[in-house]
């Protein structure tokens, strides 16, 4: 079983570092964790002519999977351009274009 880390290892290449880490408190849901990190520097903010939310993803869908899976999850999708990993813990916004696993 290979981790993430012996991917980037055997793969030769740099995992990005994301622009945003925005710490997720254990009441917040998962979507409104989303918004919050676009919020943060040097992001910040939505921006003004981007789609909602649901445009990009199914804010529910993060929502009940954050909720039933517990502390052992990772989803990532694109949203408003941005690669984003989400776990139970974290939110990490990274540069447009950049190649996440």
């Known amino acids: 079983m290979s ?3 012996e991917t980037a290892a055997s793969s030769g ?3 990005p570092e994301p622009l ?3 710490s997720r408190d254990g009441d917040e849901d998962g979507t409104n964790a989303v918004v919050s990190a676009f919020r943060e520097d040097p992001i910040d903010g939505v921006p003004a002519d981007a ?3 649901y ?3 199914d804010p529910d869908a993060i929502d009940d999977v954050l909720d039933s899976a517990g502390t052992d999850v990772r989803l990532s999708a694109v949203i408003w ?3 984003v990993v989400i ?8 540069e447009p274009g950049a ?3």
């Open 3 to 5: 981790s993430q880390s």
């Open 13 to 15: 290449l740099p995992r």
């Open 20 to 22: 945003v880490r925005y």
């Open 51 to 53: 789609d909602s939310l």
């Open 55 to 57: 445009a990009w993803v």
């Open 81 to 83: 351009d941005h690669p």
């Open 87 to 94: 776990t139970s813990e974290e939110i990490a916004v990274y």
């Open 99 to 101: 190649a996440i696993e």
